[in-house]
């Protein structure tokens, strides 16, 4: 074919950046909301925060340059008083560098030092569980062999405190040369298993829990949750009472002592000394009463303060067409400052309308949840639903009833008899207050609890009750009996 040119006319939607990053900061948490003007604060010099005593948080026209407010200097020029007590010192012919502080001056100090201390600092670090076994093991009477033997098999423990490894496989990785026979690993392994935490180098569940309870004190009780645990686990977990009375003999009293001791035990005895990676979360909204009315408010620790940079940008002012880079920085920070505003401005908005939807589970708990979803508030609202999904995600609001992400304010529902419509997450909260008020010797099954909840109104089907108990961890019929 011949080659040509052709002129064609065409439209298309383009993004452009200040939208695509007023996209992206929506959908962030607040976390990496911060860590993301962290890194623009970093990069742009054009940015900086401002102080805590500035005011509310500050996105429109910021102060002219040179201003008190600036904080350019920053520095403070010393008051009459200052000056008054320098003279007095002056004249007096004392020397205060050679003790560092002047009379009256150390407890001020002292004072503002312990208000900037991080006592985070002074909290002891945290021991692994290798290291609190070694440290038991360099502080006992055996031989440097015997050490050698009982850290290896320390070296074998997961996180648990669980040996996997059968003693012949720790014996393969042992060189030839050392001579070290299987009896001699097995001595190790019971040195291992009298340490700290008790129940420690168990290669079993039941294994692990007659380890703790050979560590107890003889009584009865104890004695007899011994004989369970190394022979009727299972039975146990089955919670075949009747059949675990007839094999050890004794009475209902003594089978619920020993049930409660055995529930006492830690099943992962090495997860203690683990990582404590506790992730807290910082509310975006807090919700109260205020006479008679549910209201959203923004929370303050969670929104940044951020504004201009006034010693840049009258330099900038002062030579335009000379900055350089600056002036599309400057462009880019008062992009961030306008877009995080809007960012909670439409949090805010997102959050009251949920509010105001829910005003039942406010006032009534789960219970009174009714069924929402993020097409009706992106209605209400006039916003696209993908933007509201962004907003629900991540985001929490504090509420007298807790702190709950705006997720869960959304749920799908189910039909009534009288055709209107329950919310799934009332009928979770109606099933725990089932399975919470019923009788332990006889539970409710599934089955009942569906017709329960059909007594109400509610239609539910029995597999629909099983899959809400099973995402709230309500174990089934058959593990919930008691003696």
């Known amino acids: 074919m011949k080659p040509s040119l052709q002129l064609k006319l065409s439209q298309h939607l383009t993004l452009t950046p200040q939208l695509q990053q007023s996209i992206r900061l929506l959908q962030l948490s607040t976390l990496e909301l911060n860590q993301e003007i962290e890194r623009f604060l970093l990069e742009n010099p054009m940015l900086e925060r401002d102080e805590p005593d500035g005011g509310e948080y500050a996105s429109g026209p910021t102060p002219a340059a040179g201003s008190a407010q600036d904080g350019v200097n920053g520095s403070e020029q010393p008051s009459e008083q200052d000056n008054r007590d320098a003279a007095h010192e002056e004249q007096q012919g004392i020397d205060w560098s050679d003790t560092g502080s002047a009379p009256g001056a150390s407890s001020t100090r002292d004072r503002d030092n312990d208000e900037e201390v991080d006592f985070q600092e002074f909290q002891p670090a945290e021991t692994s569980l290798r290291e609190h076994l070694d440290q038991q093991i360099a502080l006992s009477q055996m031989c440097d062999r015997d050490r050698a033997l009982a850290r290896l098999v320390v070296e074998a423990l997961d996180d648990d405190g669980y040996l996997h490894q059968t003693l012949e496989e720790l014996l393969a990785l042992v060189p030839a040369e050392h001579g070290v026979e299987l009896e001699e690993l097995e001595i190790a392994l019971r040195q291992v298993q009298s340490l700290e935490p008790a129940g420690i180098a168990a290669r079993s569940p039941q294994e692990c829990l007659g380890l703790q309870l050979r560590a107890m004190p003889e009584d ?56 404590d990676d506790t992730r807290y979360v910082l509310p975006d909204v807090v919700v109260r009463k205020t006479r008679g009315r549910w209201t959203v408010g923004l929370n303050a620790e969670a929104m940044p303060r951020l504004r201009i940079n006034q010693l840049y940008a009258s330099i900038l002012q002062q030579h335009r067409g000379q900055g350089g880079e600056l002036p599309a920085q400057l462009q880019e920070a008062r992009w961030l400052i306008k877009n995080v505003q809007q960012r909670f401005d439409t949090i805010l908005r997102v959050a009251q309308a949920i509010v105001d939807q829910q005003r039942q589970f406010f006032d009534h708990g789960a219970v009174a949840m009714r069924p929402l979803t993020l097409r009706e508030i992106a209605d209400q609202l006039e916003l696209h639903e993908s933007t509201v999904s962004r907003v629900t995600t991540q985001k929490y609001m504090a509420t007298p009833r807790g702190v709950f992400e705006f997720k869960y304010f959304f749920g799908s529902h189910v039909a009534t008899d009288t055709g209107g419509a329950a919310s799934s997450t009332a009928i979770r909260a109606l099933i725990r207050q089932l399975v919470e008020a019923e009788d332990g010797k006889k539970p409710l099954s599934d089955a009942k609890i569906a017709d329960l909840l059909g007594q109400q109104g509610i239609v539910v089907a029995r597999r629909t009750i099983a899959k809400y108990r099973e995402t709230m961890s309500i174990p089934p019929v058959s593990q919930r009996k008691t003696i």
């Not at 104890?222 to 009375?245: M, P, Q, S």
């Not at 089978?255 to 001791?261: E, G, N, S, V």
Request: net charge positive.
């Open 220 to 275: 009865p009780v104890r004695k007899l949750a011994l004989t369970i645990v190394e022979g009727h686990l299972e039975l146990l977990a089955e919670r075949n009472f009747a059949r675990i009375k007839r094999l050890t003999g004794c009475d209902d009293d003594a089978l619920r002592a020993a049930h409660a001791l055995i529930c006492s035990l830690d099943p992962h005895p090495g997860a203690r000394h683990g990582s």
